[in-house]
């Protein structure tokens, strides 16, 4: 089932074609903590990290990506 990943850092209009759910975000986390890692029944699941959908040089130096325009 396709998602939408809402951030100021995923580019505009991009695509990942990654396999992500719920647990995407929860991975995500586990990244950011100091562990870097979340649960073991959560890093063994055969989905990819929320990072996937976010863009690593909009995340390396903290700029986000223009709003689109409302025209």
Request: proline share 4%; glycine share 6%; with cysteine.
């Amino acid at each position: 089932m396709p998602g939408i990943v809402v951030s100021p850092f995923v580019r505009t209009a991009s695509l990942c074609e990654e396999i992500l759910d719920h647990t995407s975000i929860l991975k995500f986390l586990g990244e950011k903590s100091d562990a870097g890692r979340y649960t073991d029944l959560v890093d063994h699941r055969a989905v990819e990290s929320a990072s996937a959908a976010l863009d690593d040089q909009l995340l390396a130096t903290g700029s986000t990506a223009s709003a689109p325009s409302m025209d």
